[in-house]
């Protein structure tokens, strides 16, 4: 499938091959939110946790003794019944929630996802990105000439978001890039259907074709 190519001012420069099986798949939504929802949960971090009996400071005496006081026998105050004793089914910090994705159903998410983007006409691809300084103000140019040509908004990277697709990450575009609200920069093999999808435009680096193509057509 031929594609415009542009480069970094915006200009184009001709046309790119994007492989069919990569960038032109009917989506499956089904499919696509079953690996998105799966890797959301494996990102997702076990923060609350209530004490139990065992865990909560003091109950280590007996608050009386066993029988003769007519009182119903407890063996710690920190009994699950006893105002400040332990939490009997409180979210704990042991809880998984951890699923298997299958690779090939989480490549094919991914290419469905992709070719979502070229549908919707929010994929971009580049020639090259190169940039002498790590500056913040050399991205913002490079961004600002793809809204203006593209009709999109004239502040493409603050909003809407914005997912940049690299071969590999220089460390000029990496430095340049880190403080732009709203946009973020990946390397190619690293990428997953949940990043494509959490942004609303793509601009993809010619070369990570290829690298999409290495990483994840095995």
Not at 41 to 69: D, F, L, Y
Not at 88 to 93: D, N
Not at 124 to 147: C, G, H, Q, W, Y
């Amino acid at each position: 499938m031929e594609y415009p190519l542009y480069n970094q001012k915006a200009e184009n420069i001709g046309k790119v091959d994007l492989p069919d099986r990569i960038f032109n798949l009917a989506m499956n939504n089904d499919l696509v939110h079953q690996i998105v929802t799966s890797l959301r949960s494996n990102k997702r971090q076990v923060i609350a946790h209530a004490k139990g009996r065992g865990e909560v400071r003091g109950g280590g005496k007996k608050p009386w003794k066993q029988k003769g006081t007519g009182r119903a026998r407890h063996a710690s105050i920190r009994s699950p019944i006893w105002k400040g004793g332990g939490a009997t089914f409180g979210p704990t910090k042991e809880r998984n929630f951890k699923k298997k994705i299958n690779k090939k159903m989480a490549r094919k998410a991914l290419f469905m996802a992709l070719s979502s983007k070229v549908k919707d006409k929010q994929l971009f691809v580049l020639d090259n990105i190169r940039l002498e300084n790590p500056k913040t103000k050399e991205m913002a140019i490079i961004l600002k000439n793809l809204s203006s040509l593209m009709g999109l908004p004239a502040q493409l990277g603050k909003k809407p978001s914005t997912l940049l697709i690299l071969p590999s990450i220089e460390d000029n575009v990496k430095r340049s890039s880190k403080n732009l609200p709203n946009f973020s920069a990946v390397e190619a093999r690293n990428l997953n259907p949940l990043e494509v999808l959490s942004y609303k435009y793509l601009i993809l680096v010619k070369d990570s074709v290829e690298a999409l193509n290495k990483t994840f057509n095995k």
